[in-house]
């Protein structure tokens, strides 16, 4: 009954990750290469498990102990992968296509391969008890050593992604390196007899990764990385669910100026660059004051944030308009960004999410007119 459980067990994820690979494959997703590596990795772990609980240690010795070699090269391999797929993950390609770390990165696993390759005759990383089950080689310890250098690395481009001012956001660097930290622990505790522990949770994180690459596709924008309307939405609905969390709350819609003349003038390409530039300066901004911010369509944006008086309100779209001016000059020479903003309390009871969008809405359409009106008398 034990051993009809695991396989099922085994054969459920196994369906599960292979419906994961095949849809980046379907959606022609080439840029999870390492990740969709973890998803094989995983698979294989699974199929070498349930393959041994096909044949007996009695009757198929030799089997077991290709089964364990391939094992333990799988174990070594992962965290390899998960270790590219963070640096791709946080934006460190670079890092990885450099001509001397495409040599070094892979070396300790060559090494810890080449050990347990030569195990089957001399023992060296691993040894068969008289069940088939795998027990420490004398050097094992090499092996575990590849585990902690993968999760180091991991751990620390994680670290250098928190620390960086450039980082489109802090919570892939968090948990890349809780992820990593409890990979590196769950990995050496469970190593031999209690492996199928470590893939296990890697195949959950691999799933759980995978429904939040979708959830991201729903509630997040291609282009700026920001919430998008779907989300935007959502957000306003939960916070006026509650009047306590209503209670000095400000909707601000904010509108590029003159942004069809970016288009026209200087392409689409410097225009979608220039909507990334508002976007990096808004999630600056947000995240020191804890706002929430969301594209909502074209050049229209909006951040809901929370504001003690009308006063603090304005220092933050002062410090958003001198952010972004000086980003604009970084960015462009021949012309500056600038935005229209329109905003309304929420606290209001009597207001519904459609109100709250029209009236944030109307008084951002209002001060565009207004400096349109001001530009033609020359003010």
Request: with cysteine.
């Amino acid at each position: 009954m034990w051993y009809f459980l695991k396989f099922e067990t085994y054969f459920i994820l196994i369906a599960l990750l292979v419906i994961i690979v095949r849809a980046f494959y379907r959606e022609r997703d080439s840029g999870k290469f390492f990740f969709i590596m973890c998803c094989y990795l995983n698979i294989s772990a699974f199929a070498i498990r349930s393959l041994r609980l096909c044949f007996t240690y009695v009757d198929y010795s030799y089997l077991y102990y290709i089964f364990e070699a391939l094992d333990l090269i799988i174990w070594m391999a992962i965290p390899f992968c998960w270790m590219c797929n963070s640096y791709e993950r946080l934006g460190y390609k670079v890092i990885l296509r450099h001509r001397v770390n495409k040599f070094l990165f892979p070396l300790p696993l060559v090494i810890g391969a080449a050990i347990v390759a030569a195990s089957p005759v001399w023992g060296l990383a691993y040894k068969l008890n008289l069940f088939g089950e795998g027990v420490e080689g004398p050097y094992y310890i090499v092996l575990q050593g590849v585990v902690v250098i993968y999760s180091l690395l991991t751990l620390a481009i994680a670290i250098r992604s928190f620390l960086s001012r450039n980082t489109i956001s802090k919570i892939p660097a968090i948990t890349t390196a809780i992820t990593c930290t409890l990979f590196c622990v769950i990995q050496l505790v469970s190593s031999f007899k209690y492996s199928a522990l470590f893939y296990l949770a890697c195949s959950f994180v691999l799933i759980g990764r995978y429904l939040s690459l979708h959830e991201d596709r729903v509630f997040i924008d291609a282009l700026t990385g920001l919430n998008n309307r779907n989300r935007f939405r959502k957000y306003l609905i939960s916070i006026l669910g509650s009047q306590s969390t209503r209670e000095h709350m400000f909707l601000t819609y904010i509108d590029v100026d003159d942004f069809k003349s970016i288009n026209d003038n200087y392409g689409h390409i410097t225009g979608d660059l220039a909507l990334r530039t508002v976007s990096e300066a808004m999630r600056e901004v947000a995240t020191s004051r804890h706002a929430f911010i969301a594209r909502l369509g074209g050049d229209e944006f909006a951040i809901i944030s929370k504001h003690a008086n009308d006063e603090d309100l304005y220092q933050m779209l002062n410090e958003l308009n001198l952010l972004l001016d000086q980003k604009a000059r970084n960015n462009f020479k021949k012309f500056t960004v600038k935005f229209s903003v329109g905003y309304t309390p929420i606290d209001n009871p009597s207001y519904t999410l459609n109100d709250l969008i029209k009236i944030a809405d109307r008084n951002m359409y209002d001060q565009k007119q207004a400096k349109k009106a001001a530009a033609k008398a020359g003010v």
